[in-house]
């Protein structure tokens, strides 16, 4: 089993969605189930409706998963555990206070030194522990070893034990930490491959000394994946933006998949990267986001998008309002962009300073006009009704029908608007 693993304290990044891309990808190529794992043990700075908003981005996004489970409800399994440890002395209780904790980091950091746990309370008697009421984390005891592992993109990565370190499990509350809250449910849940940032790789050599010393010896496949970089702000880099501005999910999936990948196209489904995707040919070097490339790729997508599915994002219903939000794709490049377009159309239109009276000689023609299938006919009944043409009947003829100074031809844009006439010149 794979699992995802998303924290409900921020926002989806784009680097995280790449994370669950990637999960899922392989999950659906090893034939194994992908379960979502809410990272919530963290309870001071979970934000409320952020854990529905990512399950609902996962649906959006088509990413297929086993069941949902929240990290805070393994609890009993953590203390249960971690006083499982405490008998066998692998663990200890710590009554260090946090301000002299701060202190040693502190003197490590002026030193410019790797700070680690002195091991004061290590070495507490029994007796002593029985008898002090003073509050309590419990720490693991560091490895006799380093702790080395496989990185299917990093290759063997070697960490000594002082820099796994006697690192807490259970706070002063008895509520599990992170590295250790993740490697009770990675056994708890049977996990076999786990696929994360490379910011995560420090974290790694800690969960494996904590089922280590549960004698847990199942392989753990591990893919710690390069940064992405370059993202603008904060804002660019949530998904949600992205989705807002109306990029749409399959061109967000596909450019995050391209991103640093040997691709045999560069346009493609999540389906279509099922089948020939490899987790080991993608960059070992950060990856750079560029909003021009997603652009350019959203842009592909939506030429390739049904028409009809194109209208009813557009707010409408009709095969072509698809084709003419299609024609404003040689301007633009997302959703919210052609939406402009067309509002723009059904509009009411401020007068022009400059065409004031050929515009309103044009509408009031328009309004006693019949239903006219083609352009050059339509432009002849302006011309006859109301004396003119060229010049002075394109650029208010333009303005009437799309609110713009210019765009795509008139003559591919009238075929599609024909019927709304009546609505466009109110």
């Known amino acids: 089993m794979l699992r995802f693993a998303p924290s ?104 410019n030194k790797t700070y680690s746990y002195d091991g004061f309370c290590e070495t507490l008697s029994s007796e002593t522990v029985l008898n002090c009421n003073a509050p309590f984390t419990v720490r693991i005891k560091k490895p006799d070893e380093s702790i080395k592992f496989n990185d299917l993109l990093k290759g063997e990565l070697s960490y000594e034990p002082f820099e796994v370190d006697s690192f807490i499990i259970l706070r002063h509350d008895k509520t599990a930490t992170y590295n250790y809250a993740c490697a009770i449910d990675d056994m708890i849940y049977d996990i076999s491959t786990i696929i994360r940032d490379e910011n995560y790789t420090s974290d790694t050599p800690k969960q494996i000394h904590v089922r280590n010393q549960f004698n847990y010896t199942k392989d753990i496949d591990y893919i710690h994946l390069p940064l992405i970089v370059n993202v603008q702000d904060n804002k660019t880099n949530s998904v949600k933006y992205l989705i807002d501005e109306g990029f749409l999910p399959s061109a967000i999936a596909n450019y995050l998949v391209l991103l640093g990948n040997e691709t045999p196209n560069e346009i493609f489904t999540i389906e279509e990267a099922i089948e020939w995707f490899d987790i080991k040919n993608i960059s070992k070097s950060e990856v750079k986001f560029d909003m021009d490339k997603l652009r350019d790729v959203n842009k592909k997508h939506l030429e390739n998008i049904d028409e009809m599915r194109f209208s009813k994002i557009l707010g409408f219903a009709d095969k072509d309002i698809g084709k003419l939000g299609k024609l404003y794709l040689d301007e633009v490049s997302t959703i919210k962009e052609i939406k402009s377009k067309i509002e723009m159309i059904f ?44 010049k002075s009947l394109n650029k208010p003829l333009r303005y009437i029908l799309t609110g713009a100074e210019n765009g795509p031809e008139l003559s591919d844009i009238y075929p599609l608007i024909k019927n709304y006439i009546g609505e466009i010149i109110k």
């Open 347 to 390: 509009s009411s239109k401020v007068s022009h300073k400059s065409l004031e009276n050929e515009i309103s000689k044009i509408k009031e023609c328009l309004k006693n006009a019949p239903f006219i299938e083609d352009f050059e006919d339509f432009k002849d009944f302006i011309t006859k009704s109301c004396g003119l043409k060229d």
């Open 8 to 111: 409900p304290t921020k926002d989806m990044d784009i680097g995280t969605l790449r994370v669950a891309l990637f999960n899922y990808i392989v999950s659906k190529q090893l034939n194994e189930e992908l379960l979502i794992r809410i990272e919530d043990i963290d309870k001071e700075k979970n934000i409320e409706g952020k854990d529905k908003e990512i399950l609902e981005l996962l649906s959006l996004f088509s990413i297929e998963y086993k069941t949902v489970v929240y990290q805070s409800e393994n609890l009993k399994y953590h203390q249960k555990m971690a006083m499982q440890l405490i008998t066998q002395k692998k663990a200890f209780a710590c009554f260090c206070p946090d301000d002299k904790l701060k202190e040693l980091e502190d003197k490590a950091k002026n030193e």
